[in-house]
């Protein structure tokens, strides 16, 4: 059973920064794309970054140039940097891999870890 399992998560005020990191034994990023997604309340589920197996990044336009995903290959995690946080910002936020094709259909999910930003 692979699992996923997030941690980083917690509430911070708007303009603050948090780091999410996502541990998968059971998953080699280094032949693996994964992702970044995130919930917010009466919203749909939206990809928020994503990192190919050759370390290529992208990023929905609502985090470009304030959310940053990288990953550590030798220790199979995954990481999310996230600055400038906003009240919008406010979500459960999942990772998931591996993940394949143009639809980035994900094959396991961690259980997930809130970020609450406080304006």
């Known amino acids: 059973q692979v699992q996923l399992v997030e941690s980083g998560g917690g509430l911070v005020q708007a303009g603050g920064s948090l780091r999410l990191s996502c541990a998968a034994p059971?998953?080699?990023?280094?032949?693996?794309?994964m992702g970044w997604f995130r919930r917010a309340p009466g919203k749909e589920r939206e990809l928020v970054a994503r990192i190919t197996s050759g370390g290529s990044t992208k990023y929905a336009d609502s985090v470009k140039g304030r959310f940053t995903i990288s990953k550590d290959n030798a220790k199979n995690s995954v990481y999310l940097q996230m600055n400038s946080l906003k009240p919008e910002d406010t979500a459960v936020y999942y990772c998931?891999?591996?993940?394949?094709?143009?639809?980035?259909?994900?094959?396991?999910w961690g259980q997930g870890t809130q970020v609450t930003v406080s304006s």
């Open positions: 998931a891999a591996p993940c394949w094709g143009s639809a980035f259909v994900c094959d396991y």
């Open positions: 059971g998953i080699s990023f280094s032949i693996h794309a």
